[in-house]
Structures are given as C-alpha cells and as structure tokens.
C-alpha cells in the first residue's frame, strides 16, 4: 500500500489517501484538544499510544462481527483503513452517568443508572456538537430511520464487548463515542473513527482513577502516563491469541 497525500487534517489526527481509492491512512497526532477545540495541548507519545489501543480495539470488534473500517495497524502511529463517506453523528452510550450528562440531569458523576443511555450527537463545530434525536438526523438527511436504528443497535452491542474486554483488564468502560460512516467500495454501514481513551471513560475498577482523556480536560496530571497503563493491560490481555 502506498501512502500517498494528506486528504483531511483534524484536530488529532491527519487522513492520507493511497494507491487504493477504497483505503486511507490514519495516523494519530500527539495532540488533544476539548471543550471545542477551546483547550489543546500537544503530549508526546500520545499518538503513538491512541494508534496502539484503538488497533487493539477495532480488530476485536471486527473479530466479533462488528464492522469498523479498521483494517491493520502499519506503523507505530498509522492504521489502513477503509474509506468511508462521514455520517457527522456520534452515538454515545453511557453505562453511568458522567461529564455532561450528569451536568445536564444534575446528578452526581459516577451514579450507576438502571439502563443503558443513548444520547445522539450532530457533529458539527459551529454549532458546537448539539445534543438531536433520530427525528432531527432523519431532517437533516444524514441518516434514516433505518440507519439510525442499526447505528444504535451495532453501538450497543461495540459497548458490550468493549466493556467487557475493559473488564478483563481491570478498567470500567464508563462510556464511549461511536462514529459511523459508508464504506466508499460498498456502501456498508461501519463503524469509522477510533475507539481509545480519547472517545472513551475508563475508570480503574479497583481505586476509580480516571484513565482517559478526562485527566487532561480537568488538569488532572499523567496524561500520557495513564494512557500507557491502559495500552499495556490490554497487550496483557493478548487477545488476538
Ligand atoms: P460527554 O460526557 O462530554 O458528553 O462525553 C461522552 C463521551 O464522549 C466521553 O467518553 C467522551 C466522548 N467524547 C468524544 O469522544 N468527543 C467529544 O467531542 C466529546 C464532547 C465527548
């Protein structure tokens, strides 16, 4: 495969196409940004961190029927994946009640609901990530109904297995950000951004330590340090054994 030049330039990461219209090349910046894009900061190692658990991750979701444009990890920083048309929604699934949704309901961090909340994000930063339903993503044309309720369902189901393989490792999955989008070579709906403790809340099962990108949001020291310690359990794990 050969990479050839830079198509999109996020934030935290960078998007190159190569010799295969239907591939792109993913690589991880060492930067983070929150509060959108009003805090950034540049934390070395990071990227090369993010590339690492998001690999582990999305190849166990593809090893258990759920399909994400993850194909293989190619460099310390890099990942091959399949093209996809971007769906500017995040689907969030939440197994407690943390960050701004127990801001938003007013109850305290860390309350252990009965249920398993989703909440809809239009991903769009003039108008700063507004919480919508599925009526309001059916109007603005990004999905149908049908769509939305696969999108959820696969969301639900990435949710059960990653909480159980953060388990296994000794980490609560608190909550996690799923994005969608439409393989460029068959239309397929897949899951197609990275799963890492930057769109994720990972709290150690033993002390509570918060081990994801909330040490950075709230100024909380050892950024890279704790990402390190979740990459190493999972290697641990061995699960591609
Ligand atoms: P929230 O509690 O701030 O709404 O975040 C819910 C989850 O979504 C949390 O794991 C962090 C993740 N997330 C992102 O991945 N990107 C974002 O832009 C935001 C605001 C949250």
């Keep these: 495969m050969v990479k050839n030049e830079l198509i999109f330039e996020g934030n935290e990461k960078q998007v190159f196409s190569t010799d295969n ?53 190619v460099s310390d920083d890099e990942q091959l994946c399949r093209r996809i048309e971007i769906i500017p929604l995040e689907v969030i699934v939440r197994n407690r009640v943390a960050g701004s949704l127990a801001t938003r309901l007013g109850v305290e961090e860390g309350f252990r609901q009965g249920n398993t909340i989703i909440d809809l994000r239009y991903n769009n930063d003039e108008l700063e990530d507004p919480l919508i339903n599925e009526h309001h993503a059916v109007a603005l044309g990004l999905a149908s109904y049908e769509e939305l309720q696969f999108m959820v369902a696969e969301a639900r189901r990435a949710n059960e297995l990653l909480s159980d393989v953060f388990h296994r490792a000794g980490i ?13 070579d068959n239309g397929e709906l897949i899951i197609s951004d990275e799963i890492s403790p930057d769109t994720c809340r990972l709290w150690d099962e033993k002390d509570g330590r918060r081990l994801d990108k909330d040490r950075f949001r709230l100024d909380l020291s050892d950024v890279v340090a704790s990402y390190r310690e979740v990459l190493e359990r999972l290697q641990n794990l061995n699960l591609e054994s």
């Design 21 to 73: 219209p239907d591939r792109v090349i993913f690589r991880y910046k060492d930067i983070s940004v929150a509060y959108n894009n009003i805090k950034r900061a540049r934390f070395i190692g990071k990227g090369i961190l993010d590339n690492g658990i998001s690999s582990i991750l999305l190849a166990y979701l593809n090893r258990n029927g759920i399909k994400t444009h993850f194909i293989e990890k």
């Design 172 to 184: 609560e999955l608190v909550d996690v950000k799923i994005e969608f989008g439409r393989a460029t």
